[in-house]
């Protein structure tokens, strides 16, 4: 709900906690998003050259070329969320600057961690890396052979990657603690709590694009020209053709069939499972006294049922189900188990001493299975012995392509040695659709390997991919891709054609939508100057509310009302629709101010809230402390080389 107030995500720490800084190479990995080093040593190894040092914290240092490269992946994920996403706009959303200040906080803390006598053990290194699923096998255990395969792919040393685990880990230790324990006053909570009853009133105008678009079509120069200045708005993003060669656990069904002497002995080894039994159930009473036990005894055998008689004494009698003769002797001893699977069904067993008193048992449910041959079990021996033997030949041949892969083997060169089918799919987008084709839709095999397909490179190797786990694999490997791009301007000329008019006539909206915000804001009425305009245009709508329904869900509100709860009352302000389709014109009549003191709930969990925000704010003032403390030399003369270099390796024009 206090979303609004939150700048959790902006904040540098809330970004190393939520984020787990960009140093979390196991991340990066699973995604395939490791950055290419030529040395080994992380980001606090010493670095000579390369552009100099972008910062220097105690004796580490943070290279030009690091930050450089992590901006470029940290830019390629954005791009790949995002396919329109260009360079320049990453550098003015400030992309760089925060990954820049995220490794000097890295730097910061490990020092500091380093120098308080903290310390990350290899175990918990280790536990990390175990857990990343780029490492582990079809199977899902960490396979040391595929851990070392990918760090040579990527370049990487091991130590790099336990260097950067390690930094990720002690930033955890450090700077965690500094957000817990918060406790804001009622002074602080009070006017954020009241502010979300705040109720305001006012009125909404649209002036329509559409209402003031040219009849004449365009030139195919004035067309040409639109096309090319709006290419981002019509770039299709980056589709593949993913060649796939699917491995079903029925591959294995004959060869896993167990052989008769394989069932008997399986059945010799799990005997005792296969062998009669008896279970029964009980009242159990347990009293302080043999005396007492004797009198409860007495009752019974009078007529009464246990739990009658132990009710009437002010106790209650507990149940023993399912035990088995080794179960009861655990639970009470040997002597009264026996003499438990001895009685029939009703009989009371006891008074017989007890760890803690005198005990009553009473038989309540006696249950015999009696003993199975094997050829009444024979049927489930086989389905288990299968189900077994197919896994382990399924783990057998995924393992031994992956060796194939690793070995240097290509794509079709396994699937041809092991008589897998090639499947190829047509250029897809990362969500499965096939832009050429809207009635397409990709198969339940597809799917699960679009997000991997996506994250390889052009050039990486096949790779085994889970369709449904232990059943279905996939060998996979990534063939044509089309970057983002337009289409050509012919196949899509008649909506270019329709989005050059509506902006034509959104810079007319813009130029009417001031005319009337001026008329009004010098005393005029709204509906006055919108019937003024010369063109028919929507009635004026009324909107109200409170502050607190406009952030309630998930969903951010809709733009004029978010406006109107960010002006000064009697004003008006003018609001792009967005997409040329004109501007909105929002007038604040009425502001009814809250009062959260009567409602201790929405006061108690704006408080929770705020203690979060407040958090983190001790924690960026902790981190920042850190760094003056260590005497943090930041370089931006090297940060501003950095940001024109990615302009030009994204080719971007300076």
Do not use: C
Not at 91 to 107: E, K, R, S, T
Not at 150 to 165: H, T, Y
Not at 307 to 313: F, V
Not at 359 to 381: C, E, F, M, N, Y
């Amino acid at each position: 709900m206090l979303s609004f107030f939150r700048r959790f995500l902006g904040s540098k720490v809330g970004a190393y906690i939520a984020l787990g800084f960009l140093a979390i190479i196991g991340i990066a990995f699973a995604m395939g998003d490791i950055t290419g080093h030529t040395q080994g040593g992380g980001i606090t190894s010493l670095f000579g050259g390369a552009g100099g040092n972008a910062a220097k914290v105690g004796g580490s240092t943070l290279s030009a070329a690091d930050l450089q490269s992590r901006s470029q992946r940290v830019f390629e994920q954005q791009r790949r969320a995002e396919p329109t996403t260009q360079i320049a706009t990453f550098l003015a959303q400030g992309g760089v600057d925060q990954v820049y200040d995220q490794l000097v906080a890295n730097l910061a803390i490990n020092a500091f961690g380093q120098n308080e006598g903290m310390s990350i053990s290899k175990r918990m290194v280790d536990g990390q890396i175990a857990a990343i699923p780029a490492f582990q096998d079809a199977s899902g255990n960490f396979s040391q052979d595929i851990f070392r395969r990918a760090l040579a792919g990527q370049n990487v040393s091991e130590k790099l990657l336990r260097d950067d685990i390690s930094q990720e880990m002690m930033g955890k230790q450090v700077v965690g603690p500094a957000t817990l324990g918060v406790r804001l006053p009622d002074s602080m909570v009070l006017p954020y709590a009241s502010l979300l009853l705040e109720a305001r009133a006012g009125r909404i105008a649209a002036i329509p694009a559409e209402a003031f678009a040219p009849t004449a079509a365009p030139t195919d120069a004035q067309l040409g020209a639109f096309y090319k200045s709006n290419a981002v708005r019509y770039t299709i993003p980056e589709r593949r053709a993913l060649r796939y060669a699917v491995i079903d656990l029925s591959r294995f069904s004959a060869a896993a069939q167990p052989s008769d002497a394989e069932v008997a002995a399986y059945f010799s080894q799990n005997k005792t499972a296969y062998a009669a039994t008896e279970t029964r159930s009980f009242d159990q009473l347990i009293l302080p006294t043999e005396a007492a036990a004797k009198a409860i005894a007495a009752d019974v055998k009078g007529g009464k049922t246990l739990a009658t008689a132990a009710q009437a004494a002010g106790l209650s009698v507990s149940t023993l189900l399912g035990q088995t003769q080794a179960q009861l002797a655990a639970a009470s001893s040997t002597q009264t188990a026996a003499q438990g699977f001895a009685a029939a069904q009703g009989d009371l067993i006891g008074p017989a001493r007890a760890a803690l008193g005198w005990s009553l048992l009473r038989v309540t449910a006696i249950d015999r299975k009696p003993a199975q041959t094997l050829d009444q079990v024979r049927g489930k021996i086989v389905e288990t012995l299968r189900g077994q033997k197919e896994q382990a030949l399924l783990s057998d041949f995924t393992g031994k392509i992956e060796d194939q892969v690793g070995n240097g083997a290509t794509f079709d060169e396994v699937a041809k040695d092991n008589g897998l089918a090639i499947e190829t799919t047509p250029l897809l987008v990362s969500t499965g659709q096939n832009v050429e084709d809207q009635a397409y839709k990709a198969g339940p095999d597809i799917m699960p390997l679009l997000k991997p397909g996506f994250d390889m490179a052009a050039d990486d190797d096949a790779q085994i991919v889970p369709i449904t786990q232990d059943k279905r694999y996939a060998l996979l490997k990534v063939g044509n891709i089309a970057a983002a791009a337009p289409p050509p301007l012919a196949k899509v000329r008649d909506l270019v054609v329709a989005q050059y008019k509506l902006a034509q006539g959104a810079i007319k909206a813009k130029a009417v939508a001031e005319q009337i915000r001026a008329k009004v804001a010098k005393g005029g009425k709204l509906e006055e100057a919108m019937a003024a305009a010369g063109v028919p245009l929507p009635p004026v709508q009324k909107a109200a509310g409170r502050r607190a329904d406009l952030m309630r869900g998930d969903k951010a509100p809709p733009p004029p009302l978010a406006l109107m709860f960010n002006m000064a009352k009697g004003t008006i302000k003018a609001l792009p629709i967005g997409q040329d389709r004109g501007y909105f014109l929002v007038q604040l009549d009425e502001v009814q101010q809250g009062d959260a003191a009567k409602q201790p709930e929405l006061v108690e969990q704006v408080r929770s809230q705020l203690a979060g925000v407040i958090g983190n704010e001790y924690a960026a003032q902790f981190e920042k402390a850190i760094e003056k403390d260590l005497n943090a030399v930041r370089n931006m003369a090297v940060v501003t080389s950095v940001k024109q270099d990615l302009r030009r390796a994204n080719g971007a024009e300076q």
